[in-house]
C-alpha cells in the first residue's frame, strides 16, 4: 500500500558525497520507521540506517558510522554519505514500515519488510 520512490544514486569518486532521497505515501507513513539498506553483488541485504519517529531515535551500521547521516521530512527519508568509498558500493533500498525500533528495522529487517522496490544504484571507484 505503501509507495516508495528513490533517488540521488550515482557514479562518485572515492572520497566524494551523495546524498538520496526517498518519498514514501500512504495514509499513515508519518507514523512509520524508515530506514536505507543496501546490497552490494553477492552479498546479502543488509541494513544500513534507520530512523523512527520523530521521538524514537536513529540507527547506524557499524560500517557508516561518522561517516553517513540520516533524516526525515515526514514521510521523506534523506541519507547524506560522505568520504564514501569503495566498499560502499550497491544498490540502496529504501522502506516505510512499523517497526518496534530503528534498530529492529535495521538488523531485523526479514521481521517487517514483505516488498522492496528497485532501489537506487550507488557506485564509487577507487
Known amino acids: 500500500q505503501v509507495q516508495l520512490l528513490e533517488s540521488g544514486g550515482g557514479l562518485v569518486q572515492a572520497g566524494g558525497s551523495l546524498r538520496l532521497s526517498c518519498a514514501a505515501s500512504g495514509r499513515t507513513v508519518s507514523g512509520y520507521a524508515m530506514g536505507w539498506f543496501r546490497q552490494a553483488p553477492g552479498k546479502e541485504r543488509e541494513g544500513v540506517s534507520c530512523?523512527?519517529?520523530?521521538?524514537?531515535g536513529t540507527y547506524y551500521s557499524d560500517s557508516v558510522k561518522g561517516r553517513f547521516t540520516i533524516s526525515r521530512d515526514y514521510a521523506t527519508a534523506y541519507l547524506q554519505m560522505n568520504n564514501l568509498k569503495p566498499e560502499d558500493t550497491g544498490v540502496y533500498y529504501c522502506?516505510?514500515?512499523?517497526?518496534?525500533?530503528?534498530?529492529?528495522?535495521?538488523?531485523?529487517?526479514?521481521?517487517?519488510?514483505?516488498?522492496w522496490g528497485q532501489g537506487t544504484q550507488v557506485t564509487v571507484s577507487a
Open positions: 530512523i523512527g519517529t520523530g521521538d524514537e
Open positions: 522502506q516505510a514500515v512499523y517497526a518496534h525500533s530503528p534498530r529492529r528495522l535495521c538488523r531485523d529487517y526479514n521481521d517487517y519488510v514483505r516488498r
